[in-house]
């Protein structure tokens, strides 16, 4: 697994399709349900009549740690829900990455976030690393 300073990201050798769902499968495992399921390829072409290469962003959220993150920080909903992404690479290799919710939640001056944003952290790592 690759980090940055604000995600980590894998090269798996799975097809874009199979990355994506297996990456849904993955969340589930960790308590996570996907919100939106947008497919940037077809928004792209859509509203700009441009042709992009495969990219699906995946805005997931955990529930009880986003209640408690809520319960802890009123205005938290503006860096809420993790997203994953998927997408090929100009490579044509298949890229599944996520946001890193420690760097994300950084922003954040509260004992408890930064507890939610550790938490999810190892979730996240987990869904990534079983791709």
């Known amino acids: 697994m690759k980090k940055s300073n604000f995600s980590f990201s894998k090269v798996t050798e799975l097809s874009f399709e ?19 399921d947008l497919n940037f ?7 700009l009549d441009v042709d992009f290469r495969p990219y699906r962003v995946l805005e997931a959220c955990n529930p009880p740690s986003a209640l408690k993150a809520l319960r802890a920080e009123e205005q938290i909903g503006l860096l809420l829900p993790c997203n994953i992404i998927v997408y090929v690479d100009e490579e044509e290799n298949t890229v599944v990455a996520s946001i890193d919710p420690i ?9 408890i976030v930064q507890e939610v944003a550790e938490t999810i952290s190892d979730k996240l790592k987990n869904v990534i690393e079983n791709i």
């Open 41 to 47: 390829s077809t928004i792209l072409k859509t509203k």
């Open 18 to 36: 199979e990355a994506g769902e297996k990456v849904i499968e993955e969340l589930k495992k960790e308590g996570f349900g996907v919100l939106a």
């Open 103 to 111: 760097a994300n939640l950084s922003l954040v001056k509260n004992e």
